[in-house]
């Protein structure tokens, strides 16, 4: 089986945010960038289907030369090579085009990527890869069992969960309990090092459309001061007549 993990290079949540130029671009000056969290779910997995299955495990994603530390992370963490599209990711429909070329010349059977990610939160990536490679497609997964050319697995929905099956080739768009939070990989010593002699191939992106524009950032309004209640009844007053929420 061969595997495509589809990765994003985000800030780190601890990360102080701030924008410039107006609030049009996000400022990346002292930030930490990380492998979207939703997307590492998603490469711990495939790393199971490589030792368990003996699977092939490559990983890409859409970006300058500045998110290859990002990559060479995923590298140490165990994936066999890399592909960056050398392109700004603009927007969800841009980067699901470049990582649709991918997926066609690499001829994978299954590609995994986050359901979302933490910077933009768009979660649109995943449905729009799978319709752009006419294949299946499973969002919101948190299990995922391959047998052979057959797929079981499980979906989040409202309420509940929802179990499916599917057929390779497949698209998944995984979540927090694709592993549990214990089975994510930190890389060692030895794994770094390897990643290092591991190949990251540079790929010029494919004529592809923008359909969205970033205008302006906003930040969310700050707290208010807190008010402490000195009794029962002051505080039910408080939050009869001020919050308004009884």
Not at 156 to 165: A, C, H, N, P, V
Not at 185 to 199: H, V
Request: with cysteine; glycine share 10%.
């Amino acid at each position: 089986m061969k595997i495509l993990v589809c990765i994003s290079n985000v800030p780190d949540t601890t990360s102080k945010i701030n924008f410039t130029d107006g609030d049009t671009k996000f400022d990346t000056n002292g930030v930490q960038f990380v492998i979207n969290p939703n997307d590492e779910f998603g490469l711990t997995r495939a790393m199971w289907f490589k030792e368990k299955q003996g699977a092939t495990v490559h990983i890409a994603t859409v970006g300058g030369p500045t998110v290859e530390p990002t990559m060479r992370k995923a590298l140490a963490i165990g994936a066999d090579e890399a592909f960056r599209v050398n392109a700004e990711p603009t927007d969800g429909f841009f980067v699901a085009q470049q990582l649709a070329e991918v997926v066609k010349n690499g001829n994978y059977d299954l590609v995994i990527g986050g359901r979302e990610s933490i910077d933009y939160n768009g979660g649109m990536v995943p449905g729009i890869l799978a319709s752009l490679t006419n294949m299946n497609f499973i969002n919101t997964c948190i299990n995922l069992e391959v047998d052979g050319n057959n797929v079981s697995a499980v979906r989040e929905i409202d309420g509940g969960k929802e179990k499916l099956s599917s057929t390779l080739p497949l698209v998944v768009g995984g979540q927090k309990g694709l592993v549990a939070e214990s089975d994510l990989r930190i890389p060692n010593m030895r794994g770094i090092m390897m990643a290092r002699k591991k190949s990251l191939t540079v790929l010029e992106p494919v004529d592809g459309l923008t359909t969205t524009v970033d205008k302006k950032f906003d930040k969310p309004a700050p707290k208010g001061q807190v008010k402490l209640a000195t009794s029962v009844d002051e505080l039910v007053d408080l939050l009869h007549n001020e919050a308004k929420v009884i």
